[in-house]
């Protein structure tokens, strides 16, 4: 028979193992940093979205752990041909219209954590709406400041970049720039 008192040093070990594990898995800190490059910036989206030449810019090869409320801070993205993107998303290779509700996730929740999550649909929550959005690209937090990427630099690892479809379905206000939101896989 075993002794009470190894029952109790058990379950406190178990319990313990498991707050290290959630504590170690929610911490997603910067991989290293990219040296801004500033030099023929698009600028498209804003003049401080372009690389400051010197600054140092945060990687992120990790996002906050997805639950069944993730938080994640909402911008807003165009998608149609000539907006503020000119190049088709990856994951279906097209483009689409603002009307859409479609949004662009950071790379860690895009495929970093194990999921492909392209095509897939998430559910954003806001204010208390929700709304269904179909994932179509990666917000890359690994790489930036350089060509390829227009000399912007890599996004946040916590971002739902979405277009403006998901913003009017929330009843939210474009302007505002940005907003905290929880988002969950469907």
């Not at 401080?48 to 992120?60: E, L």
């Not at 807003?76 to 279906?92: L, Y």
């Not at 483009?95 to 970093?112: A, C, P, Q, R, T």
């Not at 277009?163 to 905290?180: F, Q, R, T, Y």
Request: aromatic fraction near 6%.
């Amino acid at each position: 028979m075993v002794d009470a008192r190894v029952l109790v040093v058990l379950a406190l070990l178990q319990i313990m193992c498991f707050f290290f594990h959630e504590v170690s898995a929610a911490a997603c800190h910067a991989s290293g940093f990219i040296h801004g490059n500033g030099q023929n910036c698009n600028g498209a989206d804003s003049a401080d979205s372009c690389c400051i030449t010197g600054k140092r810019y945060p990687q992120f090869r990790c996002s906050p752990p997805v639950s069944a409320k993730t938080p994640a801070i909402l911008t807003v993205n165009r998608f149609e041909n000539g907006e503020d993107v000119t190049r088709i998303t990856s994951c279906d290779m097209r483009f689409h219209h603002d009307k859409e509700k479609v949004v662009i996730l950071s790379s860690g929740w895009m495929k970093l954590d194990g999921t492909n999550r392209c095509n897939k649909k998430i559910r954003i929550s806001a204010k208390g709406r929700s709304v269904l959005a179909k994932v179509v690209d990666e917000c890359d937090s690994v790489h930036g400041c350089d060509e390829e990427h227009d000399f912007q630099p890599p996004c946040r690892n916590n971002v739902l970049n979405a277009s403006p479809g998901v913003w009017k379905a929330l009843k939210l206000n474009e302007s505002i720039g940005e907003l905290k939101v929880t988002w969950s896989d469907v």
